[in-house]
């Protein structure tokens, strides 16, 4: 069993829940253990009301443990038998579901939510997460068991790009896909021909990954 779980975000909405369908297949693909976490921002129909502190705090609770519970159902559904943990961490949901993310393989989250998740479409909380987790991310849009055949990573720098071709290249490795490797860059309209592709990068492609380079 390896020793990084994958940790999910969850708020009882079906675009989480279809991301918990995702990190259940990816953690039983790593072997690893699945972890969801619930951490609901304050929803608008709450401060309608003139509820106490406490009042509100035990109606985000129940709200987390349902969808707790909900994901549970979800990922046994596609993977059985699959260790789960599950947590409730406290603060910002933006700032809680990122911090979850120290000591994980990865951290998965929809693309869309409800309540705290509400701007998941690379908005508020799924670009914090993306900008701010200390572990890869993964935002999980529409199907989430189509086969893959070919996994892209972009190279920002040619230079630092261990731990990103790392985990690309495993990604790549378990599904038995080529590995596309994307890089930008722009130049002068005077110049006319692009600047020669970097160096080696001192990796090695697994052995049932192809490794494609691509010039955008």
């Given at each position: ?109 929809g693309a869309r939510g409800a309540g705290g998740f509400a701007a998941m479409m ?95």
């Open positions: 069993m390896a020793t990084k779980p994958v940790i999910v975000g969850v708020d009882g909405s079906e675009e989480s829940l279809r991301a918990v369908e995702w990190a259940a297949l990816e953690a039983r693909r790593h072997g690893s253990v699945l972890r969801l976490v619930s951490a609901p921002a304050e929803l608008p129909r709450l401060r309608a009301y003139q509820a106490s502190p406490g009042e509100i705090a035990a109606a985000l609770r129940g709200i987390a443990a349902r969808s707790l519970d909900a994901a549970i159902i979800r990922s046994e559904e596609v993977a059985p038998g699959l260790p789960i943990e599950t947590g409730l961490p406290s603060g910002p949901s933006a700032v809680a579901v990122a911090d979850s993310g120290a000591g994980a393989s990865m951290l998965v989250v690379l908005g508020s909380v799924s670009r914090h997460v993306a900008a701010w987790a200390p572990c890869p991310v993964v935002v999980v849009r529409e199907e989430t068991t189509a086969l893959h055949r070919e996994i892209a990573v972009g190279i920002r720098d040619p230079e630092d790009v261990t731990g990103t071709l790392a985990f690309a290249f495993e990604e790549a490795a378990l599904r038995g896909a080529d590995l596309v490797a994307v890089h930008t860059w722009y130049w002068l309209p005077a110049r006319r021909t692009p600047p020669a592709w970097p160096g080696r990068c001192g990796h090695r492609t697994p052995r049932r990954s192809r490794l494609r380079r691509v010039a955008i």
